[in-house]
């Protein structure tokens, strides 16, 4: 499928309500048959896309097989971080193999970054909507 799709902003705190709203999307992340249905930050200004410990759990990862270490900069570089291949489907697209910063910390949101989620989609804001809209790299739509 190479058409885009729209997804709403949700709104974080309710008593704030549309100030709060932050583009969240709906991913499937899996790994060796383990599937986690979660709610990614789509987030242009991350580096990387990030994985909290919990949905690392949830998807059977065991923290001492992944060895490959990744800082993390910001509000977590204090946090211990691995790198860990998962396969993920973003609304209705093909599954795509996204690489995520696994992190020990689950005070985190699964986070889609620019390594390597914007380079696997193209994404346009739409904030004054409350929406933004989603497509696969090589799409010829145009939005």
């Not at 309500?17 to 991913?27: E, F, T």
């Not at 691995?82 to 689950?106: E, K, S």
Request: hydrophobic content about 50%.
């Amino acid at each position: 499928m190479s058409e885009s799709q729209r997804f709403p902003y949700v709104e974080i705190d309710p008593s704030l309500g549309a100030a709060s709203a932050l583009p969240y999307a709906p991913i499937a992340l899996e790994l060796d048959g383990n599937v986690a249905n979660v709610s990614a930050l789509v987030d242009s200004g991350a580096a990387l896309n990030v994985l909290p410990y919990d949905v690392g759990v949830q998807l059977g990862a065991v923290w001492e097989q992944h060895t490959i270490p990744v800082q993390l900069a910001g509000n977590l570089a204090n946090s211990d971080a691995r790198a860990i291949l998962v396969m993920a489907t973003i609304g209705q697209f093909t599954p795509v193999r996204l690489a995520f910063a696994w992190t020990r910390n689950n005070q985190v949101p699964v986070i889609l970054g620019q390594v390597n989620f914007f380079m696997e989609f193209d994404v346009c804001f739409f904030r004054s909507q409350l929406a933004f809209e989603v497509k696969p790299k090589g799409s010829t739509q145009n939005s």
